[in-house]
C-alpha cells in the first residue's frame, strides 16, 4: 500500500533474505509522508540487480533509511529542509537504478551526518554502501561587486570538489552589499569612473597596482576578469540568493551570477536571467515570482547587508568555516594566510578529516 507505517517484522523479513546480520539495522517504525508512492516491483528488483553494491558503514540510520528505500521502493517526498533542522540530522540518500540516479532528503532524530551513496562492486550482493563523513559547514559572506568574492567563492568550490568525496560539505551563501544605496545611478558607474571618484588623485596609481593583482590570481582559479564592467546596487540578484540559500542552492547561483557579471560584464539584477537561473536550480517559479517581486526586497537587503557587517572579520569575502559544530576555523592563527586560493581551503579541510 502506498501509505502505511512498516513494523519491525517488516524490515526483519528483508533483512534476513538478503543480510541476517544487519537484521537489527532495520528493526525500527519507519514514518512516511503520505505523498509516497511505492514503485513497480519490477523497477525494485532492477535496483537490486543492476545497483551492484553491498551494504556498510557504521550509521544505523543510513543504514535502516537505505535499505528501506532499495528493498520496499518507497521514495521519500522532496521537501525543503531548513539550515536549523539540518542541522539535527539531515540524511542524503542517493539511490541509483540501471539508468538513472535519484536523489532523495531522509530526515532522521539521530544526531550525526551519514551519507549514502550506491557504489558498484564487482561481485557483490546488490544493496548499498554507506559512507560516514565529517560535517563542514561553510557560511560565506560576499559582495557581487568585489573581485575577491568571485575568486573566495571559486577557490572555495575547487578545494570543496576535491575533498568531496571524504567530507559532506554545505555552504551557506550570505548576500552583502558594500556601498550604501544610492551610491550608483540605475544605469550603473563604469568602474574607471568609480576609482576616480573613490581614490581621486590616486586613482590612476591604483589601478595600475590592483587590476594586474586581481587578473593574476583570478587565472590562478580560472576567471578572466574584465575591467570594462558596471558597479550597480545589488538589491535582486541578493534577493534572489537568499531565496537559493532556502533550497541550497546558493553557491550554484552565486556561481552562474558572478561568473556572468566579471567575465561577460552582464548584469548580475536583470530579471529574466535570475528566474532562468533559479528555474534551472529547481526553485520554484511561484516563489521566484513573489520575491524578485516582492516591494520590501529593498528594506531586506538592506537588513541582511546590517547582519552580514556583523559576521565580517574584514573585508569581504568573509568566512565561518566549522566541523561537526565545533569551533570557527578561520578564526584559528594556524590557518594563516587569505581565502583567495584553493590552498588556504584545503589545509581546513585536511583538519576535518582526522
Known sequence: ?????????????????????????????????????PLPWSTRAARLRSSGAALGGSCGACQRGAAFLLLTGLPLSRRRVSSRKRDRGQR????????ESTREVFDDDAVGTCKWELQPISGAAALGAAVCKNRVEVTMVLDCMCPWSFIGLRSLKLAKDSFADRLDISVNIIPFEFDPPGTYPPAGTLLQDYYAKRYGSAAQQVWEEKIPRTTGIGVGVGIKFRFDRRLVHTVEVNTALALAQRYGVSE????????????LCEDPNDPEQLRAALAALGVPPGEVEASLSDPQRAAQN?????????????????????CNDGADLCASSIYAGAPTSPAYFERIFSNCLA
Open 252 to 263: 550554484a547561483l552565486a556561481e552562474m551570477v558572478l561568473s556572468r557579471h566579471f567575465e
Open 302 to 322: 538592506e537588513e541582511r547587508t546590517a547582519s552580514a557587517r556583523r559576521l565580517l572579520k574584514g573585508g569581504v569575502p568573509s568566512f565561518v568555516i566549522r
Open 1 to 37: 500500500r502506498p501509505h502505511f507505517r512498516p513494523k519491525n517484522y517488516f524490515a526483519a523479513m528483508y533483512a534476513s533474505i538478503f543480510q541476517p546480520h544487519v537484521v537489527s539495522a532495520f528493526c525500527n517504525v519507519f514514518s512516511y509522508p503520505r505523498t509516497s508512492r
Open 92 to 99: 542524503m540518500l542517493v539511490t541509483a537504478a540501471a539508468a
